[in-house]
């Protein structure tokens, strides 16, 4: 397996000779090297640093600009000028990454390892390989002299996964005309390997919207050693039982109809007709899929209890309980038709269910035949037969706030990884040396074609 990989990257270091693999490799490592975590890290640091390597390749100081709403969270955006006045193409990375411990890793975090085929580090995956990539292919097409019909903006953003200055937001508010475009490229989409045999090259173009409620219950206590019936933590236990056989109706959109269609295509037996009858609407085979919790995920919206106290004394009746409810809502339904449901499936006029955060919803972005036809056309190029899977995420990204701009996003790497081998936010994160190079070479030709 180790001389496959290494025959493998050969090959595709021999292909990109010249064409910048060795600059990608470069810079994915410093930008790895650079503690970004917060609190603690210097996101500010890394940006300067693209920004350096983007002016000592020519590119004007009025085109490479690091704005930060806060010390160590600064935000990276630059220009290729191209030769219309139509909208440009956003290319985005978020240069935060979540907290990594030494000593919970095989390897250090914020040292580039290459091992046994893979690329391990904090970043690797989440998401300092396309910031790695932006930046190399930037680079790259100023040497070569292209020329773009329209503006490719790349925008290197800090505070994706926590902290108080999300970058595309505080950019959005403060300087919308720096990162204004007809569409934009992201994180939040990627290829899947299963047992090194490709399936699908899948492209983000829909997240649902994380919300949290809080279930309440409150009463007088009194003494453990006379206990009463209207107990708090028996209230609360009670409604969430009653909660957790909720299952929200099924709801298919544009996306998600796609994904199953196409999926059914690839997986086989009645996996593969069960995705084929729910398309067609049949409720039979959305019950059998529904038993999977991914597919599940996809096809409604989800609320699941993540957090539990009550209580205040070891000898005393809990004067209140209290739950937190993490919900994640399909695109295009209302938060409070969820909440209502909640307290509909809670029936106990006694439990508080209320707001402990803000949902953000947004819209799926189109499957715009301008965008996604290339993104297919050069991912048959490059791996012929893998079929382009459109995916929504049930997690989120910045592609959020863009597409409540108005600025339609989509996830697409490149990026292929094993099932079931996600260690983004994990231990020893990593990510196949071959795919980071692929990455490369299949972001810098769809740019170009997208671009033309």
């Known amino acids: 397996m180790q001389i496959l990989l290494a025959l493998l990257t050969a090959v595709i270091l021999n292909r990109a000779d010249g064409e910048g693999s060795q600059l990608a490799r470069d810079i994915y490592k410093e930008l790895i090297e650079i503690n970004t975590v917060d ?29 930060a709403p806060a ?5 990276l955006i630059a220009r290729l000028r191209g030769s219309t006045r139509e909208k440009p193409i956003l290319l985005l990375a978020h240069l935060d990454v979540v907290e990594a411990r030494r000593d919970d890793w095989t390897l250090d975090p914020f040292v580039l390892t290459e091992k046994d085929g893979y690329f391990y580090g904090r970043g690797t995956s989440d998401d300092k390989a396309m910031a ?14 292209w020329v773009p019909r329209r503006d490719i903006i790349v925008a290197l953003t800090s505070d994706e996964e926590t902290g108080p200055h999300n970058g595309v937001s505080w950019l959005l508010a403060e300087h919308r005309d720096l990162i204004d475009a007809a569409f934009a490229l992201n994180e ?37 050693s006379v206990p009463r019936k209207d107990n708090a933590i028996y209230q609360l236990a009670n409604a969430l039982t009653r909660l957790e056989h909720h299952q929200f109706p099924l709801q298919l959109n544009e996306v998600t109809r796609t994904y199953f269609d196409r999926m059914s295509r690839i997986e086989e037996g009645q996996t593969a007709a069960d995705m ?4 067609a609407g049949n409720t039979a085979a959305a019950a059998r899929l529904s038993e999977t919790a991914a597919y599940n995920a996809l096809m409604r919206t989800t609320c699941v209890a993540t957090r539990l106290d009550g209580g205040h004394a070891d000898n005393a009746l809990p004067q209140s309980a209290r739950a937190l409810v993490n919900c994640r809502i ?35 972005s189109p499957l715009d035949p301008a965008v996604m036809k290339p993104i297919e056309e050069v991912t048959s190029e490059f791996w012929p037969g893998v079929p382009v899977m459109p995916l929504m995420a049930t997690g989120a990204s910045d592609g959020l706030y863009l597409r409540n701009a108005g600025i339609p996003t989509y996830g697409v790497s490149g990026l292929f990884s094993e099932l079931g081998d996600n260690r983004a936010h994990g231990r020893d994160e990593r990510v196949l040396v071959t795919s980071f190079y692929e990455s490369l070479q299949f972001l810098y030709t769809l740019v170009k074609r997208l671009g033309s």
């Open 39 to 67: 609190p603690g890290g210097d996101i500010t640091r890394a940006a300067e640093a693209m920004a350096a390597r983007l002016r000592a390749a020519g590119f004007a100081a009025a085109d490479v600009q690091v704005l």
């Open 188 to 224: 939040g989409g990627g290829g899947r390997l299963k047992d090194g045999k490709r399936l699908y090259n899948g492209v983000g173009a829909s997240e649902k919207v994380y919300v949290t409620l809080a279930l309440e219950t409150r009463n007088k206590g009194g003494h453990s």
């Open 276 to 279: 084929k009858a729910l398309v």
């Open 71 to 75: 010390p160590r969270k600064g935000n």
């Open 330 to 364: 399909l695109p295009g339904q209302p938060p409070e038709d969820v909440r209502n449901a909640v307290v509909k499936a809670v029936n106990d006029p006694e439990v508080d269910v209320k707001w402990v955060d803000t949902a953000k919803p947004s819209v799926p």
């Open 132 to 145: 790695a990539i932006w930046i190399a292919n930037l680079i790259r097409y100023k040497r070569e002299g």
